[in-house]
């Protein structure tokens, strides 16, 4: 199984400044997806943004835009203006391309502070 | 629109009682997934269903059990409860194909006394 680690558990950001969340993966796959997930209190899992691990332009969604580093195996979230909705647990996943299953990080809790 | 929905949202049951909780989803998507979440452990898989009559033990099945009768509905039963088994269940479900985002519902707190 692919394993999927975000190394920060906790994470704290300036209300308008910009933050990285960071996420790494293993996998022998040349074909995979990406994708990172916010949680908010509410506990509803809404999906941020995805990438494609072919592509090579990294993903942008409005203030939302990640730093794809194959070789690596990195796959970075960058918040820009950040904003108290913003303050969240964020999760990391994994799906293989010809797969279904997620695997999903122990995700890092974010705390935007006013 | 369409959705998912989970219910109960919340129970207390007490150890060695049967519990189910439910999973319906209107997307009419063909996989459909159970996780659990516990602090330090992010989600993890415990069953999954890639259609009709099809289920798979995901990562920490043991104690877990799901039936897939039609499309739609999904149900996670716990056979006998274990305060171990303490945690908030999230059903998903997804579309085989490129871009398969998966879909979840709004989780469900399962306290075992």
């Known amino acids: 199984a692919q394993t999927v680690t975000q190394s920060q558990p906790e994470m704290s950001v300036q209300e308008a400044e910009t933050v990285t969340l960071s996420c790494t993966y293993d996998?022998?796959?040349?074909?995979?997806?990406l994708f990172w997930y916010k949680q908010p209190p509410s506990r509803q899992m809404i999906l941020v943004i995805r990438?494609?691990?072919?592509?090579?332009q990294n993903a942008t969604e409005n203030r939302f835009s990640v730093n794809f580093q194959k070789a690596a195996k990195s796959f970075s979230l960058k918040i820009s203006d950040s904003q108290l909705g913003d303050a969240a647990m964020y999760f990391c996943?994994?799906?293989?391309?010809?797969?279904?299953?997620?695997?999903f990080g122990t995700g890092t809790s974010l705390t935007v502070i006013p | 629109d369409a959705e998912i929905t989970q219910s109960p949202r919340h129970k207390i049951t007490e150890t060695g009682r049967q519990v189910t909780l439910a999973c319906h989803q209107t997307?009419?998507?063909?996989?459909m997934f159970w996780y659990r979440q516990d602090l330090g452990h992010g989600l993890r898989l415990i069953h999954y269903?890639?259609?009709?009559?099809?289920?798979n033990k995901g990562e920490v099945s043991d104690g877990y059990s799901v039936s897939r009768s039609n499309t739609e509905d999904l149900p996670l039963t716990l056979e006998s409860a274990a305060s171990s088994q303490t945690s908030v269940y999230f059903c998903?479900?997804?579309?085989?194909?490129?871009?398969?985002?998966?879909?979840f519902g709004p989780g469900t707190r399962l306290t075992v006394l």
């Open positions: 998903a479900s997804s579309e085989s194909g490129e871009w398969n985002e998966q879909f």
């Open positions: 996998t022998s796959e040349s074909d995979y997806y």
């Open positions: 990438q494609e691990a072919y592509k090579q």
């Open positions: 996943a994994y799906r293989s391309g010809g797969g279904n299953q997620f695997y």
């Open positions: 997307w009419n998507h063909n996989n």
């Open positions: 269903s890639y259609g009709v009559q099809d289920t």
